[in-house]
């Protein structure tokens, strides 16, 4: 993997990361927002530590654990990657509400156009702030956008300790299940 300096890190704030989708996916998954490794790659889930690929092979939706540049081939599994929010940052702690709030709203536009079977949010915080829905929990929830059904997923950010890879991975496989249902 490319090392960056710090400048280099900083200078990524002003890319935006273009989504990994088509039309009719099995599984839309929306992280928070691109980390500035993931603006400097240009691929989703690019900082080491986080655990979105190892759990995401673990669970069953990918053959084999795929690397962040070979995001394009989760198209061929019928998933697909988006953010609520395009705004690349250090941490999500950095994003407003008001930023969840309008990156909830094209959200919902843009799971309206692709109509994928599921949109899978990692993150409830990101969620609740989102969606304005504060007593979402992990799992699927309530909401829909047409036909496409909502599933809450764990944060893989290497930060998230309260979930261990095993108990992200049984989750997703959770959603696995439905999706094959």
Not at 96 to 121: F, I, T
Request: charged share 25%; glycine share 12%.
């Amino acid at each position: 993997m490319t090392r960056f300096t710090p400048a280099q890190l900083e200078a990524a704030r002003e890319r935006l990361v273009p989504d990994v989708v088509a039309g009719g996916l099995d599984v839309l998954f929306c992280g928070i927002n691109p980390g500035l490794m993931t603006a400097a790659t240009g691929h989703h889930f690019a900082r080491p530590g986080n655990r979105f690929w190892p759990v995401l092979h673990r669970s069953g939706f990918t053959p084999r654990q795929l690397r962040p540049a070979e995001q394009g081939e989760l198209l061929s599994y019928g998933l697909g990657i988006t953010n609520v929010v395009a705004r690349a940052t250090a941490r999500a702690d950095e994003l407003s509400a008001d930023e969840y709030r309008e990156g909830g709203r094209l959200l919902a536009e843009k799971v309206g156009r692709l109509e994928s079977r599921w949109l899978a949010v990692v993150g409830v915080t990101a969620y609740r702030a989102a969606f304005d829905d504060r007593k979402a929990r992990v799992g699927p929830q309530e909401r829909v956008f047409g036909d496409t059904r909502v599933w809450v997923l764990p944060n893989p950010s290497g930060l998230n300790a309260h979930w261990s890879v095993q108990a992200m991975a049984e989750e997703f496989g959770r959603l696995r299940g439905r999706v094959g249902a």
